[in-house]
């Protein structure tokens, strides 16, 4: 399979859109057949994204259309308030936090964001972590553990940005914090 493995399967979901569209604007009534290219379009997915090798999951995760995190927040989250900053020195824009409800019931959101386009990719800094991202994100952990809130996660991550900026300002070190704090043990079996 190459780069378009997929490639069946946007065709019918357009052409399901299209008969959708169609059958609105013309007050059609398209049910039977929109159900049955419906019922065809979720075998041919299971079939294909089912079945797929390692560089097809890649290339999966690499496409620009994707949904990242204030994309699922859109979508599963009602009142969704985000917040910002970590009351130190700035607010990392490719680091989302923010409070919302899932089904009614108050959630924490931590998630990583890159943009869409050249233009939003500089704004959220390609998706990579400041100092400040990872230090806006524990705050913002500390604080849904203090009110006993639970935290979802959406992580689509680049890793540290890797600049000079990101060390002058201790990126090691608020990796590390947050390692610590989240209990988990980064040391490396050298044996």
């Known amino acids: 399979m190459s780069e378009d493995f997929d490639k069946d ?14 059958a609105q604007s013309k007050r ?12 065809k379009a979720e075998d041919l997915r299971r079939k294909v994204y089912g079945s797929m090798d390692a560089w097809q999951v890649v290339q999966l995760m690499r496409r620009p259309d994707r949904p990242r995190c204030l994309d699922y927040c859109d979508r599963i989250l009602t009142d969704f308030l985000e917040i910002h900053g970590d009351h130190m020195m700035a607010d990392d824009k490719s680091i989302i936090t923010g409070f919302g ?5 108050g959630v924490a959101v931590v998630g ?12 959220r800094n390609f998706g990579m972590a400041q100092p400040e991202g990872f230090r806006k994100a ?5 604080l849904a553990e203090r009110f006993r809130i639970p935290v979802l996660t959406f992580i689509d991550i680049m ?9 002058e300002r201790s990126v090691a070190e608020a990796i590390a914090r ?5 209990g988990i043990d980064a040391r490396v079996d050298r044996r």
Request: no cysteine.
């Open 9 to 22: 399967v946007h065709e019918l979901e357009a052409k399901i859109g299209e008969l959708k569209a169609m």
């Open 28 to 39: 059609l009534d398209m049910s039977s057949e929109i159900a049955r290219l419906e019922a």
């Open 101 to 105: 409800r899932l089904d009614g019931r």
């Open 112 to 123: 990583n964001q890159k943009g869409r386009d050249t233009k939003e990719n500089l704004a």
């Open 138 to 142: 524990l705050r913002f952990m500390r």
């Open 159 to 167: 890793g540290a940005y890797p600049g000079i900026e990101g060390e």
């Open 178 to 182: 947050n390692l610590a704090e989240l």
